[in-house]
């Protein structure tokens, strides 16, 4: 497995999908905060999800998520799978991606690159490790995040 490409654009300037379910079931979400690197020997993918959203359901009951790269001119489209809730609307109705099932997980077809990743370890961040000026400027609220950790099982190039 081989995978060459600058991390801090892809997460922080072009955004990716979160995804975790199966044919029957999934949601997704737009993410921004995440990375990539080797934990235990294995190529790995971290993210963050706060507890109040509904993609921390399906990541709680799922073995897999996938994390997918969109080329430029989805980032609108990816921009209001960030701000609506699965809850409230149908985004694949809505979004006009194109659902693709895999064997372990979902991703859409218009994706550039998705990792496929298998669940290894799941934290809540711990408020009290946290700097405070972290603390004031994203959880106000105390919605914290959970980091999930996945092992890359396998990576689709668009």
């Keep these: 497995m081989n995978l060459e490409l600058d991390i801090l654009t892809k997460f922080n300037d ?13 949601n997704t979400m737009t993410i921004s905060w995440g990375g990539m690197g080797t934990l235990w020997n294995k190529p790995v993918v971290t993210t963050y999800v706060r507890k109040s959203r509904y993609t921390h359901d399906f990541m ?21 799978l960030g701000s ?8 694949m109705k809505d979004s006009g991606l ?6 372990k997980g979902v991703t859409f077809k218009e994706a550039e690159l998705t990792l496929v990743c298998k669940k290894l370890h799941k934290q809540l961040l711990d408020p009290d490790a946290m700097p405070q000026e972290a603390k004031d400027a994203f959880y106000g609220d105390g919605d914290w995040h959970d980091m ?3 092992e890359i099982v396998e990576i689709i190039r668009g």
């Design 14 to 26: 072009q955004w990716a999908l979160l995804t975790a379910g199966d044919e029957s079931s999934f």
């Design 60 to 80: 709680e009951d799922n073995d897999y998520f996938t994390v997918s790269f969109y080329p430029e001119e989805y980032k609108s489209v990816l921009g209001v």
């Design 84 to 91: 609506k809730s699965g809850r409230d609307m149908d985004k």
């Design 98 to 103: 194109t659902a693709e099932v895999l064997d």
């Design 148 to 150: 999930y950790i996945g």
